[in-house]
C-alpha cells in the first residue's frame, strides 16, 4: 500500500513528492511518470517509478494497486477529462483505498470554461464510488511571477478589472497534498484551497513596481483586446479565449479568498504574493 503521485515530475507533482519524502519513507511513495529519464532524480532518492501516460490505459492498468492512495495532478491537454476518467478506471479497477484530486477553487460552483473539465471529474469520481478527496486548489502566484520579465518591459495586462485573486505559492498547495495524503479524517472531503490574502492586478502592479524600482502599470484591456495581445503572443485562439475567461471569473470574484483551509492543512500562513514577487525578483 503506496502513496501513488500521478504527473510526479511535473511543476506540481515534484513539489508533492518533495513533500511527502519530508514525512514519510521513500519506500512509501510512488512516482507515476511519462519519462524513465525524467523520472530518474525521484529514483535517485528511493522513490518507486512507475512509467504510465495518462492517454495509455494498460499502463495505468499497471501504475495503481489495491490499497494505494492516489493523487490524480489534472492533466493539461485539451482531451485531459478523458485522461482524467482513464485514471479513475484504472484506480477503480485496482481497488484503491481513495483518490486526491486536485480541482479547482469552487468545484461545481465553478462557471468558468477552464473549470468544466474539474467539475466533470470531481463527478467522475463520485460516480466510482471511491472514497475521495477534492483539493480545490485556487491560483498560483506563479502564473503571475514566472512572467515578471515580460511585465517589467510591457506592463501587467489582462480584462480582470478590479476582481480579487486570493492566490497562493504552488508549494503551499504541494503541502497541502502531502498533508492530505498522509493524515486520517479527509475521506469525503472537499478543500477550498487558497492563499490567506486576496490582491487585485492593479495592486499587484504596485508590489512589482515598489519592488523593482521600476514603474509597473497593470492595463486592464476588454476581453476582446486581450484575447488579440495573447493570440498575438503566439497563444492559440482558444488558449487564448480560456485566459479571457479565467480573467472574467475573477471580475466575478471566482478566484478570490473563500476559505482558510489551505492555511490550516499547511499548518502556516500562505505565501503571500509579495514575498512571490521578491522571490522572482532574486532569480
Known amino acids: 500500500m503506496s502513496i501513488v503521485v500521478t504527473a510526479a515530475t ?22 507515476v511518470a511519462r519519462n524513465a529519464e525524467k523520472a530518474a532524480p525521484l529514483a535517485e532518492r528511493g522513490v518507486e517509478v512507475r512509467i504510465a501516460d495518462y492517454n495509455d490505459a494498460d499502463a495505468l492498468g499497471k501504475a495503481f494497486g489495491a490499497g494505494d ?14 485522461q482524467h476518467k482513464a485514471v479513475v478506471a484504472a484506480a477503480q ?15 461545481p460552483e465553478a462557471d468558468f470554461d477552464l473549470a468544466a473539465d474539474h467539475r466533470a471529474t470531481e463527478q467522475a469520481i463520485l460516480d ?29 495586462l489582462g480584462s480582470a478589472g478590479d476582481g480579487r485573486i486570493a492566490s497562493a505559492a504552488r508549494r503551499d498547495y504541494a503541502a497541502a497534498a502531502a498533508a492530505v495524503l498522509t493524515g486520517d479524517g479527509h475521506e469525503q472531503k472537499a478543500y477550498e484551497l487558497n492563499g490567506d490574502t486576496d490582491w487585485t492586478l492593479t495592486e499587484y502592479a504596485a508590489e512589482l513596481s515598489k519592488q523593482s524600482g521600476q514603474n509597473v502599470a497593470y492595463n486592464n484591456l476588454s476581453p476582446a483586446d486581450h484575447a ?8 492559440p485562439e482558444p488558449v487564448a479565449q480560456l485566459f479571457v475567461g479565467v480573467d472574467n471569473a475573477i471580475q466575478r470574484g471566482r478566484l478570490a479568498r473563500r476559505s482558510d483551509d489551505l492555511s ?9 504574493i509579495a514575498e512571490a514577487i521578491a522571490t522572482a525578483l532574486k532569480n
Open 93 to 107: 479497477d485496482a481497488g484503491v483505498a481513495r483518490i486526491a484530486y486536485t480541482s479547482v477553487l469552487g468545484g
Open 128 to 156: 466510482s464510488g471511491l472514497p475521495y478527496t477534492f483539493l480545490r486548489n485556487g491560483w498560483y502566484n506563479e502564473v503571475y511571477t514566472d512572467q515578471i520579465a515580460v511585465q517589467l518591459a510591457n506592463g501587467v
Open 228 to 235: 488579440q495581445v495573447l493570440v498575438g503572443a503566439g497563444f
Open 10 to 31: 511535473g511543476h506540481l507533482g515534484t513539489l508533492v513528492v518533495d513533500e511527502l519524502l519530508q514525512r514519510v519513507p521513500a519506500d512509501q511513495v510512488v512516482a
Open 264 to 272: 490550516k492543512l499547511i499548518g502556516r500562513p500562505t505565501t503571500p
Open 69 to 82: 492512495t492516489v493523487l490524480l495532478i489534472s492533466g493539461l491537454e485539451p482531451n485531459r477529462l478523458d
